[in-house]
């Protein structure tokens, strides 16, 4: 069986922002929920158990901060000789939370989302009301401040910023001295003395305009590089895949993600887009179709 370089784990839907480009803020068509420990930590066992992964990267909706018991799955992980990638929005490191500082100890790459470039969209995003952008801003300088001196030197961090009239102050507060340019590279990891930057414009989570005709043909890298496990269970090919439209199984209810990733709905879609062919309707809408996503700084070697 095919061993990826890494996959995608949700641990839990729930989250402490509400992010205008998100799904969950806009509602999705599943429950909100976290996966149970024993579940989450049966899901580790597996992957380890039949190489299915080098890697895993706890996110598709959700913070991953707020699983209480993310620190255990983590050691457990990284025992196994799997690697883990968190994505986090950055408000629970930018309080100093001491539980979330050890999570790090066994986290080997840390994406931080930095969405908010002032008060009136941090505002909007954070569901806490008496926090400010400035004080957000300050936590996550110390947090830089002690990865510079070293003290989380096993992990790899990387900030993704969306791109704005005031992205460079915001860097600037944040004591990054990287001079964005009207030519700043997108979607490329730029390595910037101890910190990797990677900036992108703000984009729709998946779909594309629904009024434009279905596509029937066209190529797709996700599926090849990993597959997407939901909260509920729902195996899906696509990591952008939130509702779980082309979900080909259920590891909570058809014996799991092995015997899901031999199934032959599984096979099929990926036999199917091996031709160029769109597989669903839900591909057929979905903005990241025909486009070269998977540039080296995905491709990130982890083993």
């Not at 969950?24 to 992964?53: C, M, P, V, W």
């Not at 704005?164 to 507060?173: E, R, W």
């Amino acid at each position: 069986m095919e061993v990826y370089s890494e996959v995608h784990v949700e641990l839990t839907t729930l989250c402490d922002f509400k992010c205008n480009f998100c799904p969950l803020t806009h509602g999705i068509n599943r429950s909100l929920q976290t996966i149970k420990k024993e579940k989450a930590f049966t899901i580790i066992q597996e992957i380890a158990d039949y190489r299915l992964a080098k890697g895993i990267s706890y996110f598709c909706l959700g913070e991953p901060f707020l699983v209480t018991y993310l620190g255990e799955l983590l050691e457990y992980a990284s025992q196994r000789g799997i690697k883990n990638r968190l994505t986090t929005n950055g408000f629970l490191l930018s309080k100093g939370n001491k539980r979330v500082e050890k999570n790090l100890e066994y986290c080997d790459f840390l994406d931080i989302s930095l969405r908010a470039s002032d008060q009136e969209s941090f505002a909007a995003m954070c569901k806490d009301r008496n926090a400010s952008f400035a004080d957000f801003l300050a936590g996550i300088k110390t947090f830089l401040a002690e990865v510079k001196k070293g003290k989380y030197h096993k992990t790899k961090i990387r900030l993704f910023v969306f791109l704005t009239k005031d992205s460079q102050n915001v860097l600037s507060t944040l004591g990054i001295d990287y001079e964005i340019t009207s030519d700043v590279p997108l979607q490329t990891e730029i390595v910037h003395n101890h910190i990797r930057l990677f900036f992108e414009k703000p984009i729709p989570w998946t779909k594309a305009d629904e009024a434009a005709p279905l596509q029937k043909t066209g190529f797709c890298e996700e599926y090849l590089h990993g597959y997407n496990i939901l909260a509920n269970g729902d195996l899906t090919p696509c990591t952008f895949d939130y509702d779980g439209h082309n979900a080909v199984g259920n590891i909570y209810s058809d014996g799991g993600i092995k015997q899901v990733l031999s199934n032959e709905k599984y096979l099929k879609f990926k036999q199917v887009f091996a031709k160029n062919i769109v597989p669903s309707d839900f591909c057929a809408t979905c903005h990241q179709l025909n486009k070269k996503k998977y540039k080296p700084k995905f491709q990130e070697k982890i083993l």
